[in-house]
């Protein structure tokens, strides 16, 4: 069993930054697949970033709108993953989901934390 806890939302101006974690329990921390999701009021939830050890060998990997802006990482000692955010916009309003493990497939990752709010001003 996984349990992850986001923190690190809040509210911030277009063009500025945040910095997202996820700490994770549990073992094996840095075999597990990671990642990042968001879903805006609307909208379905979508992939942000991650890195995908069990399918593509440690890849990291993110969604086309956020390239160049966004950058994950992890730090294996603290069992943490961050998603560092910067030049915000506005429609990267959202609530971001930290997940972990993806062994079902690509896209099914098994363990959810409750989600941050990410809220971006224009």
């Known amino acids: 069993q996984v349990q992850l806890v986001e923190s690190g939302g809040g509210l911030v101006q277009a063009g500025g930054s945040l910095r997202l974690s996820c700490v994770a329990s549990?073992?094996?921390?840095?075999?597990?697949?990671m990642a990042w999701f968001r879903q805006a009021p609307g909208k379905e939830r979508e992939f942000v970033a991650g890195?995908?050890?069990?399918?593509?060998?440690?890849?990291?990997a993110y969604e086309d709108s956020v390239k160049g802006r966004f950058t994950f990482s992890r730090d294996n000692v603290k069992n943490t993953v961050y998603l560092q955010m910067n030049s915000l916009k506005p429609e990267d309003t959202a609530v971001y989901y930290c997940?972990?493990?993806?062994?079902?497939?690509?896209?099914?990752?098994?363990?959810w934390g409750q989600g941050t709010q990410v809220t971006v001003s224009s």
């Open positions: 890195i995908d050890i069990t399918w593509s060998g440690g890849r990291i």
């Open positions: 997940a972990a493990d993806n062994s079902r497939g690509p896209m099914k990752y098994t363990y």
């Open positions: 549990g073992r094996a921390f840095s075999s597990r697949t």
